[in-house]
């Protein structure tokens, strides 16, 4: 379902939106905010992992490789 939504832009990104043709500008606009949304999702999870990792033990990587391997013979079995 589409949303008619009154926003308020500065002048450099109207600029840019004017440039659209008429049809296209809500789906640029859609695609931008996606865009950006996914940016920033992504950008939060970054830092929660990085938060983890400050807090948690370092682990080696052999460890890690151990843990993978345990982990397939157990499902094969």
Do not use: H, K
């Not at 990104?13 to 296209?24: A, D, H, K």
């Not at 500008?25 to 983890?52: C, F, P, Q």
């Not at 370092?58 to 151990?66: N, Q």
């Amino acid at each position: 379902m589409a949303r008619r939504v009154n926003i308020m832009m500065d002048d450099d990104s109207w600029r840019i939106i004017e440039r659209l043709p008429r049809g296209t500008r809500s789906r640029a606009v859609n695609t931008a905010i996606r865009e950006w949304a996914g940016v920033s999702r992504r950008r939060e999870a970054s830092a929660r992992m990085d938060a983890l990792r400050a807090r948690l033990p370092a682990v080696r990587t052999c460890e890690i490789v151990r843990w993978i391997r345990e982990e397939r013979e157990q499902r094969l079995r």
